[in-house]
């Protein structure tokens, strides 16, 4: 080795022997003679000295580090003259004296600061990603990446799983994205599909008899840009025989608590045991399938108290079959005009009609004293029992502000759940040191897909129906409820998976309401219904995304990019490499391929 002790690693144990270091000119000080650099490797930071007094020509050679260089030292460790400490660096109360410095590689500048923890230019970082990554914040986020999968496979390997890796190059995985595909050279004309997730290939594997399996597996879904969203991701794929929903729920549930123990000791998990709501109740409470559970602002139905209202609105709305909600927001009544207006405008963009704010005047002495001159509304027609039977049902206080919106069940909850979200953050409720997990049950099976007029699966097609709601496939598939679960945390989904069918007749089913016929059938999944007619336990399982957890559980970083080591931009390019790029025409000869209406490559 070309040191003897890591820079991070330097203790009073240390003082008074000789060491030598190696690493990068993370910070350089000249004091017109003495010469002070903290000398960076990936465990940290020392401070080396260098005075001229002791050794002219050593300091000479310091006289022309720069940041960034790559340098080796040789000195003795001695305790920083009293004063000059840093406590906030586990070496600050150290420093070594050089004896002998040697420069392994000069660098040049640096397009950007490294040693900051600053918000920089993400195109940049990307292309210099190896740089990026020398930052200490985004060092810490891989190392907290490894983390976490290490304690992942230590507890899983604990409990009897075992870890299987699947093929990559595979056929198409439906997971309601588009494929990749990989051309094949020697069979022209025909694909490979990168897999989606390894969802057949696992339950394949429990029909192989391999009763515990996990991976942690990569999947690539050709899906459009978004904010979050990265074209290839990592999950922790896992699947188990014989088991129920509740079995893969508990288990979920002992991992993601030991995680956050293991790896991320400083975040407050907010509720234990997690909170088990279903699909219709999350929606209900919070207008969202993986609420935001560190704050409450709970919707609560008001459609009775304005059945018979005179405010036109509500009154078109009920009549029409629609639902009125809302919910109060402490201490918002002093809200100004623009203020509304601007909240009115956000609740569109979540496809509400607008919104109806009801402002209870703050120096109200106690809700009940509530009369007509005590509230702002620009509902006109609302009776005064109305808006006090809704502050009552609401819990408004003097202060709050009553959030209200009107509409179609399917848009109103989903709707106010934004606006919702939007509120609590906006008053600061999401504390980011916060984990409020909960878990989702009962997702509904299918959906309808009004402009395919087709039904579509919500989780995967492989998810099992409820027992008892098997029946209703038949006659009233939309209400027909599934045996898939998520967990959700700080509005945010972590994982997500189901109890499967296992059974060809049920497969078939499900296959003919999703509007496969026969063909498709065999063509696309025949291996896998031929698979359940020799012996197919039942079995369940559930994915979770790496990068996300990662993301959650950092303390630095806005996006799961931020826990990637070589990630995309959110236009899914690859500034680093320049990928994706156009290949020679020798390339795409060989496999067959001719290119046709070329634009140019989108940056
Ligand atoms: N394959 C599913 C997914 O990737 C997870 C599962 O059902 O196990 O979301």
Redesign the pocket.
């Known amino acids: 080795m070309l040191k003897t002790i890591a820079c991070g690693n330097v203790r009073p144990e240390h003082v008074g022997h000789p060491v030598t270091l190696a690493g990068w000119v993370h910070r350089r000080r000249d004091h017109g003679g003495l010469i002070f650099i903290d000398l960076r490797d990936s465990t940290g930071l020392v401070q080396v000295v260098f005075n001229p007094a002791d050794n002219a020509s050593v300091h000479h050679i310091a006289e022309q580090f720069r940041s960034e260089w790559v340098v080796q030292v040789t000195g003795a460790v001695r305790h920083r003259p009293a004063g000059t400490e840093n406590p906030n660096l586990p070496t600050g109360h150290f420093e070594v004296v050089a004896t002998g410095a040697h420069v392994l590689n000069a660098a040049k500048t640096p397009p950007f600061d490294v040693t900051s923890d600053a918000a920089l230019d993400e195109l940049l970082r990307l292309k210099y990603r190896y740089l990026d990554l020398r930052r200490p914040v985004m060092a810490n986020n891989i190392r907290l990446r490894h983390r976490i999968v290490k304690h992942i496979r230590d507890f899983l390997d604990d409990r009897a799983f075992v870890e299987v890796e699947t093929p990559i190059l595979i056929k198409s995985t439906p ?1 309601g994205a588009r494929d990749y595909l990989v051309p094949s050279r020697i069979r022209p004309g025909s694909f490979y599909a990168l897999p989606q ?1 390894p ?1 057949q290939l696992k339950q394949l594997l429990m029909v192989a008899g391999m009763d515990r399996y996990f991976q942690i597996a990569r ?1 690539f879904r050709d899906e459009d840009p978004r904010a979050d969203r990265q074209p290839e991701f990592t ?1 922790l ?1 896992l699947e188990m025989a014989f088991v129920e929903p509740k079995d893969i729920v508990d288990l979920m549930e002992e991992l993601y608590l030991s995680i956050v123990k293991h790896a991320a000791p400083g975040k407050r998990v907010l509720t234990t045991p997690i909170p088990r709501l279903t699909y219709a109740e999350a929606m209900s409470r919070f207008g969202s399938d993986k609420p935001d559970m560190r704050f409450d602002l709970e919707l609560t139905d008001l459609t009775d108290i304005v059945k018979d209202t005179q405010f036109q609105v509500f009154k078109n709305v009920t009549a029409a079959g629609g639902i009125v909600k809302g919910f109060a927001v402490p201490g918002m009544a002093g809200v100004s005009r623009r203020e509304t207006d601007e909240l009115i405008a956000m609740a569109r963009t979540h496809g509400l009609g607008g919104l109806v704010t009801i402002a209870i005047d703050a120096s109200l002495p106690s809700i009940d004293a509530l009369t007509a001159s005590h509230f702002r509304t620009q509902a006109r027609g609302l009776a005064l029992g109305e808006v006090q039977a809704m502050s009552a049902r609401t819990g408004a206080k003097p202060g709050d502000l009553i959030l209200i919106a009107a509409g179609p069940q399917a848009k109103v909850e989903p709707g106010l759940g934004q606006v919702r979200l939007d509120v609590g953050h906006r008053l600061g409720l999401a504390d980011a040191n916060v984990l409020a997990f909960c878990f989702i049950l009962d997702f509904p099976l299918v959906e309808w897909d009004d402009d395919a007029r087709k039904w579509d699966f919500v ?2 097609p492989f998810t099992s129906a409820r027992d008892e709601d098997w029946h209703l496939l038949e006659t009233d598939p939309g209400k027909a409820r599934s045996k898939a679960y998520d967990l959700a945390c700080n509005g945010s989904e972590l994982a ?3 109890a499967r069918i296992h059974q060809r007749e049920r497969q078939e089913q499900v296959f003919r309401l999703l509007g496969y016929d026969k063909a498709t059938m065999d063509e696309r999944f025949g291996h896998l219904l031929e698979a359940f007619e020799y012996g197919a336990p039942p079995h369940g ?3 979770g995304g790496i990068d996300r957890l990662t993301a959650t559980l950092a303390d630095w970083g806005k996006n799961i990019r931020d826990t990637i080591a070589f990630p995309k931009t959110q236009e899914f390019f690859d500034p680093l490499f320049g990928s994706p790029a156009p290949v020679s025409d020798a390339q795409l000869k060989e496999l067959h391929i001719r290119v046709v209406d070329e634009k140019p490559a989108a940056r």
């Open positions: 997971e997730s969802q999947c999950q794929d989780h995967h997500g998976g189901s399982g559930f994915a």
